[in-house]
């Protein structure tokens, strides 16, 4: 009953964030955003939070933003507010390699938008080609639903 549970509220997630991607939202926004009252953030908060990673850190067609959005997610789950918290530390990192893995894993060992992609978004060209073939609109759902259903995976429970 409980995998039921967690199975739903996972699917619930995903579909939010996908609707909230689709709308217009930021890769790295929809993944946060759906995890914000897990942690106490308000909507306009993980909004805010988040819209710097769009497009691979700031539109650079670097690190995938709905996976810098689960970083995001994890670092509020694991990461320590102490500096000499060394196990928060490493905790932190061991999840955020685990869901670089995770992600490369389902994604022919690629992270950054520009792979991903198959375009380099950092360029005005790359940008307007993006664009013109619908990528955002055809591939991004999908790294975005990938991406939450990581997130749910590296988290304890509720």
């Known amino acids: 009953m409980k995998n039921e ?12 964030a996908k609707k909230d991607f689709v709308s217009g939202l930021a890769c790295s926004q929809a993944v ?5 009252d897990r942690y106490g953030l308000t909507r306009e908060q993980a909004l805010r ?9 700031g539109m650079q ?28 530390k490493r905790k932190t990192a061991e999840k955020v390699q ?24 950092s360029y005005q060209d ?3 080609s993006a664009i013109g073939k619908r990528l955002f609109k055809r591939r991004c759902p999908h790294f975005v639903g990938d991406a939450v ?3 749910e995976q590296l988290l304890p429970e509720e």
């Open 5 to 16: 549970v967690a199975d739903k509220a996972t699917n619930n997630r995903t579909k939010a």
């Open 32 to 36: 946060l955003a759906v995890f914000a």
């Open 49 to 57: 939070l988040a819209a710097g990673f769009e497009g691979g850190l």
């Open 61 to 88: 067609a670097e690190v995938c933003g709905a996976l810098v959005g689960v970083y995001l997610v994890l670092g509020l789950e694991y990461g320590g507010i102490d500096p000499a918290d060394l196990e928060s």
């Open 98 to 121: 685990e869901a670089t893995e995770r992600f490369r894993e389902r994604h022919q060992n690629n992270i950054t938008c520009r792979d991903l992609l198959e375009c380099d978004i």
């Open 126 to 128: 790359g940008l307007e």
């Open 149 to 151: 259903q990581i997130a």
